[in-house]
């Protein structure tokens, strides 16, 4: 199979397998079958995160950023690379696609898509359904939108964050050590 350049991603496309939290669980073994029916060479997604946040691979994406083009966004394959998660339907209403992403799952697609950042930093964060002549509901969320917000708590300086009053109690140990000192 034959590699394409690093510098050929554009996309970084989010996905949902469709399948309903709760329901049987789904492996990157169960995908791969899926997709070989549907004539697939193999599972099409390069990386994929399970309900647990554990993640399970397909298709290449080699250290230097060269990749396995896959089978996930038509029209697009040779230009993305594809994050999967297992879920976007609950079982009270199974024909809309939302986030079911659990908080393990999101704090692995976070990690997943910096990752992916480091190799393509100039890759844009897409869900499925935002892709080029796209139609479809996947991945249930906006992922372009969720991932601005994610990248706009990274540039709060950590300083901010740690500006939590001081504590009266904390405040007399200062005083008293510093009369020690
Ligand atoms: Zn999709």
Redesign the pocket.
Known sequence: MAYRPAKDVKWI????T?TVVGGPAVTIETIDRWHRERGFREVGYHFYGRLDGSEETGRDVLADGRFEPGA??RGENSASV?V?YEGGLLPSDPNTGVDTRTPEQIEWMIGRIRKLKKLYPNAVVEG??DMPGAS?Q??GFDAAAWWAEVEAQDAIPPDVERTEPVSPWARFLQLILGRLK
Do not use: E, G, V
Not at 13 to 16: G, K, L, V
């Open positions: 496309t989010i996905h949902y469709a996930h966004s594809s999967c499925h359904r479809t996947c991945p």
